[in-house]
Nanobody, 122 residues
């Protein structure tokens, strides 16, 4: 599976962005999809995940109520709608895929996109 993330950019605090991640391959619908983020000098942190089977969603506490993950299996795409952005959301955002169930651990994911930069100004 190859992943290509896009949609990052510069936005003011309180603004919104929608990230997209397009996956190649014929079995996208069988993969758990997730978003992680990594700020400079910090570890890669879990943001959100969506399961392949029933579409259950999972969020880090820091983004609950502000971010929404969704997927369109017909388009092999997963989205992350980010609202009420804050300066501490600034990071490179990565999409990830795995054939197993959802996990908050980066090491559990076998496939990664190259990342897209999100910068939130105060």
């Amino acid at each position: 599976v190859q992943l290509q993330a896009s949609g990052g950019g510069l936005v003011q605090a309180g603004g919104s962005l929608r990230l997209s991640c397009v996956a190649s391959g014929r079995t996208f619908s069988s993969y758990t999809m997730a978003w992680f983020r990594q700020a400079p000098g910090k570890e890669r942190d879990f943001v959100s995940a969506i399961s392949w089977d029933d579409g259950s969603t999972y969020y880090a506490d820091s983004v609950k109520g502000r971010f929404t993950i969704s997927r369109d299996n017909a388009k092999n795409t997963v989205y992350l709608q980010m609202n009420s952005l804050r300066p501490d959301d600034t990071a490179v955002y990565y999409c990830a895929a795995d054939a197993s169930g959802p996990s908050t651990y980066a090491a559990a994911y076998d496939y990664w996109g190259r990342g897209t930069q999100v910068t939130v100004s105060s």
